[in-house]
Protein backbone atom coordinates (compact mmCIF):
# COMPACT_ATOMS: atom_id res chain seq x y z
CA UNK A 1 0.00 0.00 0.00
CA UNK A 2 2.91 2.33 0.84
CA UNK A 3 4.74 1.65 -2.45
CA UNK A 4 1.73 2.27 -4.36
CA UNK A 5 0.91 5.65 -2.93
CA UNK A 6 4.48 6.72 -3.01
CA UNK A 7 4.65 5.71 -7.16
CA UNK A 8 1.29 8.00 -7.17
CA UNK A 9 2.91 10.78 -5.75
CA UNK A 10 5.68 10.37 -7.82
CA UNK A 11 3.65 10.64 -11.16
CA UNK A 12 1.84 13.52 -10.16
CA UNK A 13 4.68 15.40 -11.87
CA UNK A 14 3.66 17.11 -15.21
CA UNK A 15 0.48 18.32 -14.10
CA UNK A 16 1.58 19.91 -11.11
CA UNK A 17 3.91 22.15 -12.98
CA UNK A 18 0.86 22.42 -15.38
CA UNK A 19 -1.17 23.70 -12.60
CA UNK A 20 1.59 25.92 -10.68
CA UNK A 21 1.76 27.77 -14.09
CA UNK A 22 -1.01 28.32 -14.78
CA UNK A 23 -2.19 29.15 -10.75
CA UNK A 24 -0.01 32.88 -10.64
CA UNK A 25 -0.90 35.71 -9.16
CA UNK A 26 -3.19 36.64 -12.29
CA UNK A 27 -5.64 33.63 -11.56
CA UNK A 28 -5.71 34.47 -8.11
CA UNK A 29 -6.40 38.59 -8.71
CA UNK A 30 -8.85 37.10 -10.95
CA UNK A 31 -10.43 34.97 -8.91
CA UNK A 32 -10.43 37.41 -5.98
CA UNK A 33 -11.87 40.24 -7.84
CA UNK A 34 -14.89 38.48 -9.41
CA UNK A 35 -15.71 36.86 -5.58
CA UNK A 36 -15.58 40.70 -4.45
CA UNK A 37 -17.72 42.03 -7.04
CA UNK A 38 -20.26 39.51 -8.41
CA UNK A 39 -20.55 36.92 -6.01
CA UNK A 40 -20.88 32.84 -6.78
CA UNK A 41 -22.55 33.93 -10.51
CA UNK A 42 -19.02 33.05 -12.51
CA UNK A 43 -18.28 29.56 -10.83
CA UNK A 44 -20.19 27.72 -14.06
CA UNK A 45 -17.41 29.89 -16.55
CA UNK A 46 -14.24 27.86 -14.69
CA UNK A 47 -16.02 24.42 -14.69
CA UNK A 48 -16.48 25.05 -18.30
CA UNK A 49 -13.32 26.08 -19.15
CA UNK A 50 -11.69 23.38 -16.96
CA UNK A 51 -13.28 21.03 -19.30
CA UNK A 52 -12.18 22.73 -22.06
CA UNK A 53 -8.66 22.45 -20.57
CA UNK A 54 -8.78 18.70 -19.56
CA UNK A 55 -9.43 17.63 -23.36
CA UNK A 56 -6.90 19.78 -24.67
CA UNK A 57 -4.42 18.64 -22.13
CA UNK A 58 -5.65 14.87 -22.33
CA UNK A 59 -5.10 15.51 -26.24
CA UNK A 60 -1.47 17.10 -25.74
CA UNK A 61 -1.00 14.09 -23.06
CA UNK A 62 -1.46 11.21 -25.59
CA UNK A 63 0.17 12.86 -28.48
CA UNK A 64 3.53 13.05 -25.63
CA UNK A 65 3.02 9.51 -24.53
CA UNK A 66 2.73 7.91 -28.14
CA UNK A 67 5.65 10.00 -30.01
CA UNK A 68 8.92 10.82 -29.69
CA UNK A 69 9.79 13.72 -32.22
CA UNK A 70 7.99 16.56 -30.51
CA UNK A 71 4.62 18.05 -31.42
CA UNK A 72 5.97 21.27 -33.36
CA UNK A 73 8.03 19.17 -35.31
CA UNK A 74 5.35 17.27 -36.08
CA UNK A 75 3.21 20.15 -36.99
CA UNK A 76 6.35 21.34 -39.45
CA UNK A 77 6.58 18.57 -41.51
CA UNK A 78 2.80 17.71 -41.88
CA UNK A 79 1.24 21.01 -42.23
CA UNK A 80 4.64 23.17 -42.81
CA UNK A 81 7.40 25.03 -40.74
CA UNK A 82 5.25 28.46 -41.30
CA UNK A 83 2.45 27.13 -39.13
CA UNK A 84 4.85 25.91 -36.55
CA UNK A 85 6.49 28.86 -36.00
CA UNK A 86 3.04 30.77 -35.78
CA UNK A 87 2.17 28.51 -33.01
CA UNK A 88 5.32 29.27 -31.41
CA UNK A 89 5.08 32.77 -31.69
CA UNK A 90 1.26 32.34 -29.90
CA UNK A 91 3.09 30.63 -27.18
CA UNK A 92 5.77 32.88 -26.79
CA UNK A 93 3.32 35.85 -26.99
CA UNK A 94 0.98 34.05 -24.35
CA UNK A 95 4.01 33.42 -21.75
CA UNK A 96 5.14 37.29 -22.31
CA UNK A 97 1.82 38.29 -20.97
CA UNK A 98 1.66 35.82 -18.57
CA UNK A 99 5.10 37.22 -17.72
CA UNK A 100 4.30 40.38 -17.12
CA UNK A 101 1.61 39.88 -14.60
CA UNK A 102 4.09 37.36 -12.71
CA UNK A 103 5.94 40.14 -12.44
CA UNK A 104 3.69 42.38 -10.61
CA UNK A 105 2.31 39.42 -8.51
CA UNK A 106 5.87 38.97 -7.25
CA UNK A 107 6.07 42.64 -6.82
CA UNK A 108 2.71 43.74 -5.01
CA UNK A 109 3.53 40.46 -2.77
CA UNK A 110 6.40 41.37 -1.16
CA UNK A 111 5.87 44.90 -1.12
CA UNK A 112 2.75 43.82 1.51
CA UNK A 113 5.84 41.78 3.50
CA UNK A 114 8.47 44.50 3.16
CA UNK A 115 6.38 47.66 2.68
CA UNK A 116 9.37 48.01 -0.26
CA UNK A 117 8.14 49.34 -2.70
CA UNK A 118 6.56 46.66 -5.43
CA UNK A 119 8.62 47.78 -8.48
CA UNK A 120 12.19 47.08 -6.63
CA UNK A 121 11.31 43.29 -6.32
CA UNK A 122 11.24 42.01 -9.83
CA UNK A 123 14.58 43.98 -10.40
CA UNK A 124 15.40 40.87 -7.73
CA UNK A 125 13.55 38.17 -8.32
CA UNK A 126 14.18 38.27 -12.25
CA UNK A 127 17.86 37.70 -11.83
CA UNK A 128 17.76 35.17 -9.05
CA UNK A 129 15.33 33.01 -11.26
CA UNK A 130 17.61 33.11 -13.99
CA UNK A 131 20.43 32.25 -11.76
CA UNK A 132 18.17 29.79 -10.71
CA UNK A 133 17.27 28.25 -14.13
CA UNK A 134 20.55 28.36 -15.57
CA UNK A 135 22.81 27.37 -12.77
CA UNK A 136 20.75 24.63 -11.15
CA UNK A 137 20.97 21.16 -11.76
CA UNK A 138 18.14 18.27 -12.40
CA UNK A 139 16.35 21.29 -12.91
CA UNK A 140 13.44 19.44 -13.61
CA UNK A 141 13.33 17.49 -10.03
CA UNK A 142 14.05 21.01 -8.39
CA UNK A 143 11.09 22.50 -10.41
CA UNK A 144 8.75 19.76 -9.62
CA UNK A 145 9.35 19.23 -6.02
CA UNK A 146 8.68 23.19 -5.66
CA UNK A 147 5.40 23.17 -7.65
CA UNK A 148 4.38 20.29 -5.41
CA UNK A 149 4.95 22.17 -2.29
CA UNK A 150 3.82 25.56 -3.09
CA UNK A 151 0.74 24.10 -4.81
CA UNK A 152 0.07 22.21 -2.08
CA UNK A 153 0.07 24.87 0.53
CA UNK A 154 -1.71 27.50 -1.23
CA UNK A 155 -4.55 24.41 -1.50
CA UNK A 156 -4.76 23.88 1.39
CA UNK A 157 -4.41 27.24 3.00
CA UNK A 158 -8.09 28.33 0.99
CA UNK A 159 -9.16 24.80 1.58
CA UNK A 160 -9.67 25.55 5.34
CA UNK A 161 -10.26 29.12 5.04
CA UNK A 162 -13.86 28.35 2.72
CA UNK A 163 -15.08 25.94 5.81
CA UNK A 164 -14.20 29.08 7.91
CA UNK A 165 -16.18 31.75 5.50
CA UNK A 166 -19.36 29.27 5.42
CA UNK A 167 -20.80 30.44 2.45
CA UNK A 168 -24.11 30.21 1.55
CA UNK A 169 -24.77 26.77 -0.36
CA UNK A 170 -27.87 27.81 -2.30
CA UNK A 171 -26.31 30.43 -3.80
CA UNK A 172 -23.34 29.19 -4.49
CA UNK A 173 -25.40 26.17 -6.28
CA UNK A 174 -26.65 28.99 -8.63
CA UNK A 175 -22.96 30.07 -9.52
CA UNK A 176 -22.90 26.75 -11.67
CA UNK A 177 -25.70 27.05 -13.21
CA UNK A 178 -24.63 29.43 -16.61
CA UNK A 179 -26.61 32.60 -17.70
CA UNK A 180 -26.22 35.90 -20.15
CA UNK A 181 -23.15 38.03 -19.83
CA UNK A 182 -23.63 41.80 -20.74
CA UNK A 183 -21.28 43.49 -23.00
CA UNK A 184 -18.87 45.16 -20.63
CA UNK A 185 -18.60 41.67 -18.70
CA UNK A 186 -16.55 39.78 -21.10
CA UNK A 187 -12.76 40.79 -20.44
CA UNK A 188 -14.04 39.40 -17.02
CA UNK A 189 -15.48 36.20 -17.79
CA UNK A 190 -11.82 36.22 -20.74
CA UNK A 191 -9.86 36.53 -17.61
CA UNK A 192 -11.65 33.77 -15.96
CA UNK A 193 -11.33 31.30 -18.52
CA UNK A 194 -7.83 32.28 -18.59
CA UNK A 195 -7.56 30.61 -14.89
CA UNK A 196 -7.94 27.38 -16.44
CA UNK A 197 -8.06 27.25 -20.00
CA UNK A 198 -4.93 28.35 -20.88
CA UNK A 199 -3.70 26.19 -24.02
CA UNK A 200 -0.06 27.48 -24.50
CA UNK A 201 0.02 25.29 -21.17
CA UNK A 202 -1.92 22.53 -22.23
CA UNK A 203 0.10 22.08 -25.36
CA UNK A 204 3.23 21.94 -23.33
CA UNK A 205 2.22 18.66 -21.50
CA UNK A 206 3.24 16.46 -24.30
CA UNK A 207 6.68 17.92 -23.75
CA UNK A 208 6.51 17.04 -20.18
CA UNK A 209 5.89 13.66 -20.89
CA UNK A 210 8.59 12.74 -23.11
CA UNK A 211 10.75 14.71 -20.66
CA UNK A 212 9.10 12.00 -18.00
CA UNK A 213 10.26 9.46 -20.50
CA UNK A 214 6.45 7.56 -20.39
CA UNK A 215 5.32 5.54 -23.12
CA UNK A 216 1.97 3.94 -24.03
CA UNK A 217 2.28 1.57 -20.83
CA UNK A 218 2.34 4.73 -18.53
CA UNK A 219 -0.74 6.23 -20.52
CA UNK A 220 -2.90 5.76 -17.41
CA UNK A 221 -0.32 7.48 -15.12
CA UNK A 222 -0.25 10.22 -17.72
CA UNK A 223 -4.04 10.70 -17.86
CA UNK A 224 -4.14 10.62 -14.24
CA UNK A 225 -1.95 12.91 -13.85
CA UNK A 226 -3.53 14.92 -16.01
CA UNK A 227 -6.98 15.29 -14.68
CA UNK A 228 -5.32 15.79 -11.12
CA UNK A 229 -3.75 18.88 -12.44
CA UNK A 230 -6.60 20.17 -14.55
CA UNK A 231 -8.93 19.27 -11.00
CA UNK A 232 -6.70 21.34 -8.94
CA UNK A 233 -6.75 24.09 -10.71
CA UNK A 234 -10.65 24.64 -11.41
CA UNK A 235 -11.13 23.80 -7.20
CA UNK A 236 -8.31 26.35 -6.59
CA UNK A 237 -9.60 28.98 -8.59
CA UNK A 238 -13.43 27.78 -7.17
CA UNK A 239 -12.70 28.06 -3.26
CA UNK A 240 -10.71 31.59 -4.27
CA UNK A 241 -14.10 32.91 -5.61
CA UNK A 242 -16.00 31.56 -3.46
CA UNK A 243 -14.41 32.45 -0.21
CA UNK A 244 -14.31 35.93 -1.75
CA UNK A 245 -17.57 36.24 -2.13
CA UNK A 246 -18.82 35.14 1.48
CA UNK A 247 -15.99 37.15 2.90
CA UNK A 248 -15.99 39.81 0.76
CA UNK A 249 -18.87 41.03 -1.33
CA UNK A 250 -21.44 41.36 2.01
CA UNK A 251 -19.47 44.08 3.30
CA UNK A 252 -19.39 45.64 -0.39
CA UNK A 253 -15.06 45.26 -0.37
CA UNK A 254 -14.23 45.23 -3.92
CA UNK A 255 -10.42 44.03 -4.89
CA UNK A 256 -8.25 46.99 -5.47
CA UNK A 257 -5.33 46.23 -4.22
CA UNK A 258 -3.05 43.32 -2.13
CA UNK A 259 -4.63 44.24 0.93
CA UNK A 260 -8.04 43.82 -0.12
CA UNK A 261 -7.80 40.08 -1.36
CA UNK A 262 -5.96 39.04 2.11
CA UNK A 263 -9.02 39.92 3.71
CA UNK A 264 -11.10 36.89 2.54
CA UNK A 265 -7.86 34.83 4.48
CA UNK A 266 -9.13 37.20 7.90
CA UNK A 267 -11.03 34.06 8.99
CA UNK A 268 -7.76 31.35 9.12
CA UNK A 269 -5.29 33.65 10.14
CA UNK A 270 -6.26 37.30 11.51
CA UNK A 271 -3.95 39.99 11.46
CA UNK A 272 -1.42 38.01 9.86
CA UNK A 273 -3.55 37.27 6.92
CA UNK A 274 -2.12 40.14 4.91
CA UNK A 275 1.24 39.23 5.22
CA UNK A 276 0.88 35.82 5.01
CA UNK A 277 -1.34 35.89 1.70
CA UNK A 278 1.53 38.41 0.26
CA UNK A 279 3.99 35.53 0.98
CA UNK A 280 1.74 32.77 -1.03
CA UNK A 281 1.29 35.25 -3.61
CA UNK A 282 4.90 35.92 -3.97
CA UNK A 283 5.74 32.73 -3.93
CA UNK A 284 3.15 31.71 -6.65
CA UNK A 285 4.48 34.61 -8.86
CA UNK A 286 7.99 33.63 -8.75
CA UNK A 287 7.27 29.58 -9.05
CA UNK A 288 5.23 30.55 -12.30
CA UNK A 289 7.96 32.81 -13.56
CA UNK A 290 10.41 30.51 -13.80
CA UNK A 291 8.42 27.61 -15.26
CA UNK A 292 6.29 29.96 -17.73
CA UNK A 293 9.69 31.06 -19.10
CA UNK A 294 11.02 27.75 -20.17
CA UNK A 295 7.55 27.12 -22.02
CA UNK A 296 7.26 29.97 -23.74
CA UNK A 297 11.15 29.94 -24.99
CA UNK A 298 11.38 26.45 -25.11
CA UNK A 299 8.06 26.39 -27.77
CA UNK A 300 9.36 29.37 -29.78
CA UNK A 301 13.17 27.72 -30.18
CA UNK A 302 11.44 24.27 -31.34
CA UNK A 303 8.70 25.77 -33.74
CA UNK A 304 12.00 27.21 -35.71
CA UNK A 305 13.65 23.91 -35.33
CA UNK A 306 16.39 25.05 -33.05
CA UNK A 307 15.76 22.52 -30.24
CA UNK A 308 14.17 23.37 -26.96
CA UNK A 309 16.84 21.89 -24.00
CA UNK A 310 18.03 24.59 -21.61
CA UNK A 311 21.22 23.79 -22.54
CA UNK A 312 21.06 24.99 -26.22
CA UNK A 313 21.65 28.28 -27.09
CA UNK A 314 18.71 29.34 -28.80
CA UNK A 315 16.66 28.22 -26.53
CA UNK A 316 18.04 30.15 -23.62
CA UNK A 317 17.93 33.09 -25.42
CA UNK A 318 14.35 33.22 -26.07
CA UNK A 319 13.71 32.49 -22.32
CA UNK A 320 15.92 34.87 -21.24
CA UNK A 321 14.20 37.10 -23.69
CA UNK A 322 10.65 36.18 -22.00
CA UNK A 323 12.32 36.97 -18.11
CA UNK A 324 13.44 40.14 -19.01
CA UNK A 325 10.98 41.51 -20.93
CA UNK A 326 8.50 40.41 -18.18
CA UNK A 327 10.74 42.68 -15.84
CA UNK A 328 11.69 45.63 -17.61
CA UNK A 329 7.30 46.20 -18.61
CA UNK A 330 6.34 45.62 -15.12
CA UNK A 331 9.32 47.82 -13.54
CA UNK A 332 8.09 50.72 -15.91
CA UNK A 333 4.50 50.09 -15.70
CA UNK A 334 2.25 53.37 -14.54
CA UNK A 335 -1.34 52.27 -13.67
CA UNK A 336 -4.05 50.25 -11.61
CA UNK A 337 -1.86 46.84 -10.92
CA UNK A 338 -4.77 45.31 -9.86
CA UNK A 339 -6.87 45.93 -12.80
CA UNK A 340 -3.53 45.06 -14.75
CA UNK A 341 -3.01 41.94 -13.74
CA UNK A 342 -6.44 41.03 -14.92
CA UNK A 343 -6.15 42.42 -18.51
CA UNK A 344 -2.30 40.87 -18.43
CA UNK A 345 -4.61 37.34 -17.63
CA UNK A 346 -7.05 38.22 -19.80
CA UNK A 347 -4.96 39.12 -22.86
CA UNK A 348 -3.08 35.49 -22.35
CA UNK A 349 -5.62 34.11 -24.39
CA UNK A 350 -5.69 36.45 -27.57
CA UNK A 351 -2.58 34.34 -29.23
CA UNK A 352 -3.79 30.94 -28.36
CA UNK A 353 -6.49 29.73 -31.11
CA UNK A 354 -3.47 28.81 -33.46
CA UNK A 355 -2.36 26.65 -30.71
CA UNK A 356 -6.18 24.89 -30.29
CA UNK A 357 -5.87 24.00 -34.16
CA UNK A 358 -2.85 22.43 -34.07
CA UNK A 359 -3.41 20.53 -31.66
CA UNK A 360 -6.54 19.12 -33.22
CA UNK A 361 -5.12 18.65 -36.19
CA UNK A 362 -2.38 16.52 -35.04
CA UNK A 363 -4.58 14.68 -32.88
CA UNK A 364 -7.07 13.59 -36.23
CA UNK A 365 -4.11 13.20 -38.14
CA UNK A 366 -3.61 8.96 -38.29
CA UNK A 367 -0.13 9.30 -39.61
CA UNK A 368 1.10 10.99 -36.67
CA UNK A 369 -1.41 9.21 -34.41
CA UNK A 370 -2.70 5.96 -36.03
CA UNK A 371 -5.64 4.48 -34.04
CA UNK A 372 -5.32 7.08 -31.50
CA UNK A 373 -6.77 9.96 -32.91
CA UNK A 374 -9.61 11.79 -30.86
CA UNK A 375 -13.26 10.03 -30.98
CA UNK A 376 -16.00 12.35 -32.30
CA UNK A 377 -17.13 13.27 -28.90
CA UNK A 378 -13.30 14.83 -27.91
CA UNK A 379 -13.79 16.73 -31.28
CA UNK A 380 -16.73 18.15 -30.32
CA UNK A 381 -15.58 19.60 -26.75
CA UNK A 382 -12.44 20.78 -28.80
CA UNK A 383 -14.06 22.53 -31.12
CA UNK A 384 -16.79 24.13 -28.46
CA UNK A 385 -13.53 24.98 -26.81
CA UNK A 386 -12.08 26.79 -29.85
CA UNK A 387 -14.89 28.48 -30.49
CA UNK A 388 -15.36 30.22 -27.04
CA UNK A 389 -11.64 31.14 -26.74
CA UNK A 390 -11.78 32.53 -30.27
CA UNK A 391 -15.76 34.63 -29.55
CA UNK A 392 -13.00 35.66 -26.21
CA UNK A 393 -10.25 37.16 -28.54
CA UNK A 394 -12.38 39.30 -30.58
CA UNK A 395 -14.21 40.73 -27.42
CA UNK A 396 -11.32 41.31 -25.75
CA UNK A 397 -8.68 42.66 -28.73
CA UNK A 398 -11.14 45.80 -28.76
CA UNK A 399 -10.46 45.83 -24.65
CA UNK A 400 -7.29 45.66 -25.13
CA UNK A 401 -6.94 48.44 -27.45
CA UNK A 402 -8.98 50.66 -25.20
CA UNK A 403 -7.20 49.64 -22.39
CA UNK A 404 -3.77 50.30 -23.89
CA UNK A 405 -5.23 53.61 -24.65
CA UNK A 406 -6.03 54.76 -21.70
CA UNK A 407 -3.04 53.69 -19.66
Known sequence: MINKVK??????????????????????????????????????????????????????ARFGVLNKETILQAIAEKYGRWFAILIGISAFLTSLSFQFGNNLGVGIGMEGITGINERAWPLIFTPFGILLLFRARNLYRILEKMMMVLVMIMIVSFFINLTLTKPDSAELMKGFVPHSVESEQYSIVAALMATTFCLAIAFYKAYLAQDKGWDRKDMRISMRDTYGGIFMLAIVSSIIIITSAASLQPFGIEVNSAADMARQLENLFGTYAKVIFSMGLAAAAFSSLMVNSVIGGGLMADSLGLGRSMNEKIPRFFILAILLAGMFIAVFFRGNVIYALIMAQAASILSVPLIAIGLVLVLNNKEIMGADTNKWWQNVIAIAGLLSISLMVYYMYYTLIGYLGAV
Request: no cysteine; aromatic share 14%; proline share 4%.
Open 7 to 60: EFIKSLGPGFIIASVVLGPGSITVSSRIGSQYGYSFLWVIAIAAIFMGMYVTMS
